[in-house]
Nanobody
């Protein structure tokens, strides 16, 4: 069993900040990378940022310079620091991890339950 548990969402005014956390637990052999996705009402889920266990990061253009992804590999936790938030960042944010379970030869993606971020203008 693998679980990804997110925390840190909420309501914030435009220009404000939030920090999301996601902790992975369970029968994990190796985590290859983790990331954050978001889905706004009526829109498709989109990748916001990702990080490899080696520290390589990528961001979608609309959040570059405002969001920062980081990870604590020992704690199997990924963070998303979100600054200068605006109304277009309002969405449910999902944590994802590409990992290999103990006893398995394959890696696959696992998802958290999502956390709501609402930015009021």
């Amino acid at each position: 069993q693998v679980q990804l548990v997110e925390s840190g969402g909420g309501l914030v005014q435009a220009g404000g900040s939030l920090r999301l956390s996601c902790a992975a637990s369970g029968s994990i052999f190796r985590i290859n990378g983790m990331g954050w996705y978001r889905q706004a009402p009526g829109k498709q889920r989109e990748l916001v940022a990702s990080i490899t266990t080696g520290g390589g990061t990528m961001y979608r253009d609309s959040v570059k310079g405002r969001f920062t992804i980081s990870a604590d590999n020992a704690k199997k936790t990924v963070y998303l620091q979100m600054d200068s938030l605006d109304a277009e960042d309002t969405a449910v944010y999902y944590c994802s991890a590409n990992l290999q379970k103990i006893g398995s030869d394959l890696s696959r993606d696992y998802w958290g339950q999502g956390t709501q971020v609402t930015v009021s203008s």
